[in-house]
Nanobody, 121 residues
Framework: VQLQASGGGLVQAGGFLRLSCAASGRTSDSLMMGWFRQAPGKEREFVAGISWTGASTEYVNSVKGRFTISRDNAKNTVYLQMNSLKPEDTAVYYC???????????????WGTGTLVTVSS
């Protein structure tokens, strides 16, 4: 499975961005998809995750109410809508996939390329 993230950029605080992650290869209906981020000097952290059907989602507390994860399985694409962005959201964002509902970075089976999000104050 290959994952390609896109949609990052520079935005002012309070603004919005939508990230996309396109999956290709041997995708299956058991794959959970998620977004992680890594700020300079910090460890990679879980941001949001979604089940294959989209019925289940999970978010880190710091983004609840501002970020929304969704997926379009017909397009093999997962999205992260990020609203009310804050400078502390600045990071490289990665998409990832796993076969179970465990959002530890070590549990991810596949990682995509990163896309940089910079939020200016």
């Amino acid at each position: 499975v290959q994952l390609q993230a896109s949609g990052g950029g520079l935005v002012q605080a309070g603004g919005f961005l939508r990230l996309s992650c396109a999956a290709s290869g041997r995708t299956s209906d058991s794959l959970m998809m998620g977004w992680f981020r890594q700020a300079p000097g910090k460890e990679r952290e879980f941001v949001a995750g979604i089940s294959w059907t989209g019925a289940s989602t999970e978010y880190v507390n710091s983004v609840k109410g501002r970020f929304t994860i969704s997926r379009d399985n017909a397009k093999n694409t997962v999205y992260l809508q990020m609203n009310s962005l804050k400078p502390e959201d600045t990071a490289v964002y990665y998409c990832a996939a796993a076969y179970g509902w465990n959002w530890s970075p070590r549990a991810m089976a596949y990682w995509g390329t990163g896309t940089l999000v910079t939020v200016s104050s």
